[in-house]
């Protein structure tokens, strides 16, 4: 029986993890082959981003969809990385290398993708289209069973002509 169970666990997902990338590598992988993208916007002091990380970007499910579908990236939302998308150049000029390990200056990047409203919340998970274009950011922890209807909202392209509640009620 374990050695049945071993052999089929590949199959239903489980020991998926996403594997997140770079901008950069993910804009060239885009170029071969377009998708949207999700990038999650992190800070390292951030309680509920560990969780969703553990739990729900853990999850064998969401992770093999969100690979099969997307170009998934880690960004954190307070570090100094610089990004180059476009012509543009993302920077976090009040970033204090001494305050690494806790709250620190807001990168422009994140406030450029991640604010709702003016105000920005960690984590905030925003959905590219593949020309890197806003589909939407939704902010605060995610449990996995609240993104899997997201991230089919977003992959098949339903976003285009339906709003998230009608789709949503009919998701299964």
């Not at 553990?54 to 990385?81: L, V």
Request: charged share 25%; with cysteine; proline share 6%.
């Amino acid at each position: 029986l374990l050695f049945f169970v071993f052999l089929t666990l590949p199959f239903f997902g489980a020991g998926q993890e996403v594997k997140w990338l770079k901008f950069e590598k993910a804009i060239v992988l885009n170029e071969k082959e377009p998708r949207p993208f999700l990038v999650d916007f992190y800070t390292v002091w951030c309680g509920p981003c560990r969780m969703m990380n553990k739990r729900t970007f853990g999850d064998p499910i969401i992770a093999q969809y969100i690979n099969e579908h997307f170009y998934p990236i880690k960004f954190n939302a307070e570090g100094k990385d610089s990004v180059k998308l476009s012509e543009q150049i993302f920077i976090n000029p009040d970033y204090d290398p001494k305050r690494s390990r806790s709250r620190n200056g807001t990168h422009q990047l994140t406030r450029a993708m991640a604010s709702v409203n003016g105000r920005i919340a960690y984590p905030t998970v925003v959905y590219l289209n593949e020309r890197m274009e806003i589909i939407t950011p939704v902010q605060g922890y995610i449990q996995a069973a609240e993104m899997e209807p997201i991230l089919h909202f977003i992959a098949e392209e339903a976003y285009a002509d339906q709003e998230y509640q009608a789709f949503r009620a009919n998701f299964k």
